[in-house]
């Protein structure tokens, strides 16, 4: 599966921006999905992950009630909305997805991910 991600950029601290990740290759009807993000000089982390009956969702704490995964299965896209964004939300954003279902957002257990869109939140 190949994985395109968009609608990163440049917002204002408190503002919102809804992230996109187009799959080809393959159905993502049955993937565990998420987004990762990583900042200069940070490791990479899991921010949300559903899996792949989407019966189980994960959201870093740092995100909580702020950001919302979600899949469109007509369109084999998956969205991230991103709500309040803090200069701490910054970083390249991943889509990831895996043809298992998982309970968990773990990098290693993703094969697939896309080539990252940046997001800058400026304060």
């Known amino acids: 599966v190949q994985l395109v991600e968009s609608g990163g950029g440049l917002v204002q601290s408190g503002g919102s921006l809804r992230l996109s990740c187009v799959a080809s290759?393959?159905?993502?009807?049955?993937?565990?999905i998420g987004w990762f993000r990583q900042a200069p000089g940070e490791e990479r982390e899991g921010v949300a992950c559903?899996?792949?009956?989407?019966?189980?969702?994960y959201y870093h704490d740092s995100v909580k009630d702020r950001f919302t995964i979600s899949r469109d299965s007509a369109k084999n896209t998956v969205y991230l909305q991103m709500d309040n964004l803090k200069p701490e939300d910054t970083g390249l954003y991943y889509c990831v997805a895996e043809p298992i279902y998982y309970a968990q957002c773990v990098d290693r257990l993703f094969d697939y991910w896309g080539q990252g869109t940046q997001v800058t939140v400026s304060s």
């Open positions: 559903s899996s792949s009956d989407d019966t189980r969702t």
């Open positions: 290759g393959s159905t993502l009807k049955h993937h565990t």
